[in-house]
């Protein structure tokens, strides 16, 4: 099923989209046959009415498993390209062949291989795939107004603080959600280092239609290092 961008406004305003990703080298990426359509399950039983996912095969895997709509992405490290969020077309063809019912991309200020500014990306996408939706990844304000300017459809503030030019912070950047959310008319969705349920609900106070959360439920190794962390603090004091 594919969803119409009223149906998601609806499902995912004021909630929780979990994302479920495993990566080469993360103990939950198995090469031969993904498992994160197990996490999807167990975040649509939690009540989760969307999920962001990475690859092909996770899009396709999640979908068939849950029902839900999905944020696609895939990442990809091209060289000359700083951007490695569904940088270039073919990642983005991928994801529409898939059925991803959104598809987020990196639309930071950083370099980009082709030479497109932010805004000539957007419009290269809306050429060959019209009115798909988009998530644009961004990092600063600067960025946001740019994306919500060059026409996306969400702008996800999921790069703040792993770029030079955004507020490097151990938690949720709450200051750019609520600026953004005071500027743009379109659906700011909080992501990026949400540890905690309270900084989830703080999104949600700052203006954020909807809020992110990965790690912090979908990728045991972090959880657990967040964990031993604390008791290795404590026998240290």
């Given at each position: 099923?594919?969803y119409?961008?009223?149906?998601?406004?609806?499902?995912?305003?004021?909630?929780?989209i979990?994302?479920?990703?495993?990566?080469?080298?993360?103990p939950?990426?198995v090469?031969?046959?993904?498992?994160?359509?197990?996490?999807?399950?167990?975040?649509?039983?939690?009540?989760?009415?969307?999920?962001?996912?990475?690859?092909?095969?996770?899009?396709?895997?999640?979908?068939?498993?849950?029902?839900?709509?999905?944020?696609?992405?895939?990442?990809?490290?091209?060289?000359?390209?700083?951007?490695?969020?569904?940088?270039?077309?073919?990642?983005?063809?991928?994801?529409?062949?898939?059925?991803?019912?959104?598809?987020?991309?990196?639309?930071?200020?950083?370099?980009?291989?082709?030479?497109?500014?932010?805004?000539?990306?957007?419009?290269?996408?809306?050429?060959?795939?019209?009115?798909?939706?988009?998530?644009?990844?961004?990092?600063?304000?600067?960025?946001?107004?740019?994306?919500?300017?060059?026409?996306?459809?969400?702008?996800?503030?999921?790069m703040?603080?792993?770029?030079?030019?955004?507020?490097?912070?151990?938690?949720?950047?709450?200051?750019?959600?609520?600026?953004?959310?005071?500027?743009?008319?379109?659906?700011?969705?909080?992501?990026?280092?949400?540890?905690?349920?309270?900084?989830?609900?703080?999104?949600?106070?700052?203006?954020?239609?909807?809020?992110?959360?990965?790690?912090?439920?979908?990728?045991?190794?972090?959880?657990?290092?967040?964990?031993?962390?604390?008791?290795?603090?404590?026998?240290?004091?």
């Amino acid at each position: 099923m594919k969803y119409t961008k009223n149906e998601i406004l609806n499902l995912i305003r004021g909630s929780l989209i979990i994302s479920c990703q495993a990566l080469p080298g993360e103990p939950l990426y198995v090469e031969e046959k993904s498992v994160m359509y197990l996490m999807a399950r167990a975040a649509k039983l939690a009540g989760a009415k969307c999920i962001r996912t990475n690859s092909v095969r996770d899009v396709r895997e999640i979908k068939a498993e849950t029902g839900l709509p999905v944020i696609g992405l895939i990442k990809q490290v091209y060289e000359g390209y700083e951007p490695y969020i569904t940088p270039t077309m073919k990642e983005v063809d991928e994801l529409v062949e898939a059925g991803a019912d959104i598809i987020a991309t990196d639309c930071t200020l950083r370099k980009r291989g082709d030479g497109l500014t932010p805004e000539e990306w957007v419009a290269k996408i809306r050429r060959r795939h019209g009115d798909v939706l988009l998530m644009a990844d961004i990092s600063n304000y600067e960025e946001g107004v740019q994306a919500w300017k060059a026409g996306v459809d969400f702008v996800g503030t999921t790069m703040s603080g792993y770029t030079p030019c955004s507020r490097q912070e151990d938690g949720p950047d709450l200051e750019l959600v609520r600026a953004l959310s005071q500027t743009v008319d379109i659906p700011v969705i909080g992501e990026g280092k949400v540890h905690y349920p309270e900084q989830a609900v703080e999104m949600l106070d700052a203006g954020a239609y909807a809020v992110v959360v990965g790690g912090a439920i979908t990728r045991p190794l972090e959880i657990a290092r967040r964990f031993m962390a604390a008791i290795e603090n404590r026998a240290q004091s």
